[in-house]
């Protein structure tokens, strides 16, 4: 059985652009936190965006993700499941790797870095068959609670992974496949992260017409800033369907105006990606 450690976060320089996110993202949560003002997105939306990331999954993880808490990881995950806890050699993987994650913080600190390894490889793991996304969100959002601030317990993960599906999922794929390449899923799970946050925000003082229009234009400028590879309108369109095709045509143009963006190509064969 494969060993856990991960001790060479404390010697890893991230690129610039993940050392960037990162940063970002405590930022924005540090901010969050001193306004308390989130948005407060509720329990079923994130029980329908593991359901549709995850339909064969077993009934009762989405419920624990959106129960979980402090270190209750996996005794509701056992619970959820109901069926006479996890499997042995899987639960002792996943032990393996908590206990390493433990060893880590208490010489490093908290660390989002930490986290996203110990979230990857439980999804590696899969103490639960047929549902490793739901896995590593859930050990994901247990670990962000217990590390704080308190608002990660509404950030929603499974819901921002599932708009945004076309950028994450194919990482997380080949995070499955392929033996763990921790610094090159940092990055996307920053991203994950950081889009969660920004949900939820509100800007109160704003009119209501006004919050909306602005946050559309949000969701379509992060996506293509935070694409790892050029990008479609179609592709926005799939991953934003509340968003209209006139205004994400729109808000790339603005970005590609303003130098926000590139276009490459012309007509359907346009790419967008970060300017």
Same mark, same amino acid.
């Given at each position: 059985m494969r060993r856990f450690d991960y001790s060479f976060l404390a010697a890893l320089a991230l690129p610039e652009d993940a050392a960037a996110l990162e940063a970002s993202t405590k930022a924005l949560a540090s901010r969050l936190e001193g306004s308390r003002v989130w948005a407060g997105r509720g329990m079923e939306s994130a029980a329908a965006a593991l359901k549709r990331l995850e339909p064969k999954g077993p009934p009762g993880l989405a419920q624990a993700l959106a129960q979980a808490e402090e270190k209750d990881f996996l005794h509701i995950l056992a619970s959820a499941l109901d069926e006479g806890g996890l499997e042995q050699e899987k639960s002792l993987a996943l032990g393996q790797a908590l206990s390493a994650y433990d060893s880590a913080r208490r &010489?490093? %600190?908290? &660390? @989002? %870095? @930490?986290? +996203?390894c110990a979230a990857l490889d439980c999804a590696r793991i899969s103490p639960v068959p047929g549902a490793p996304l739901g896995c590593g969100l859930l050990l994901a959002r247990s670990l962000l609670c217990q590390a704080g601030p308190a608002l990660w317990a509404q950030a929603p993960l499974a819901e921002t992974f599932w708009r945004y599906r076309c950028l994450f999922r194919p990482a997380f794929q080949k995070s499955l496949r392929e033996e763990p390449d921790y610094a090159a899923f940092l990055p996307v799970f920053f991203a994950l992260l950081y889009l969660s946050l920004r949900a939820l925000e509100k800007t109160p003082s704003a009119p209501p017409a006004t919050r909306r229009r602005g946050a559309k234009r949000a969701l379509i400028e992060d996506f293509v800033r935070n694409s790892p590879e050029p990008v479609r309108? +179609?592709?926005?369109? +799939?991953? @934003?369907?509340q968003v209209s095709p006139t205004t994400v045509e729109a808000v790339l143009g603005a970005m590609v105006k303003s130098g926000a963006a590139k276009k490459l190509g012309a007509a359907r064969n346009a790419r967008y990606v970060r300017g």
């Amino acid at each position: 059985m494969r060993r856990f450690d991960y001790s060479f976060l404390a010697a890893l320089a991230l690129p610039e652009d993940a050392a960037a996110l990162e940063a970002s993202t405590k930022a924005l949560a540090s901010r969050l936190e001193g306004s308390r003002v989130w948005a407060g997105r509720g329990m079923e939306s994130a029980a329908a965006a593991l359901k549709r990331l995850e339909p064969k999954g077993p009934p009762g993880l989405a419920q624990a993700l959106a129960q979980a808490e402090e270190k209750d990881f996996l005794h509701i995950l056992a619970s959820a499941l109901d069926e006479g806890g996890l499997e042995q050699e899987k639960s002792l993987a996943l032990g393996q790797a908590l206990s390493a994650y433990d060893s880590a913080r208490r &010489s490093q %600190g908290d &660390s @989002l %870095g @930490l986290i +996203a390894c110990a979230a990857l490889d439980c999804a590696r793991i899969s103490p639960v068959p047929g549902a490793p996304l739901g896995c590593g969100l859930l050990l994901a959002r247990s670990l962000l609670c217990q590390a704080g601030p308190a608002l990660w317990a509404q950030a929603p993960l499974a819901e921002t992974f599932w708009r945004y599906r076309c950028l994450f999922r194919p990482a997380f794929q080949k995070s499955l496949r392929e033996e763990p390449d921790y610094a090159a899923f940092l990055p996307v799970f920053f991203a994950l992260l950081y889009l969660s946050l920004r949900a939820l925000e509100k800007t109160p003082s704003a009119p209501p017409a006004t919050r909306r229009r602005g946050a559309k234009r949000a969701l379509i400028e992060d996506f293509v800033r935070n694409s790892p590879e050029p990008v479609r309108k +179609a592709d926005i369109c +799939a991953a @934003l369907p509340q968003v209209s095709p006139t205004t994400v045509e729109a808000v790339l143009g603005a970005m590609v105006k303003s130098g926000a963006a590139k276009k490459l190509g012309a007509a359907r064969n346009a790419r967008y990606v970060r300017g």
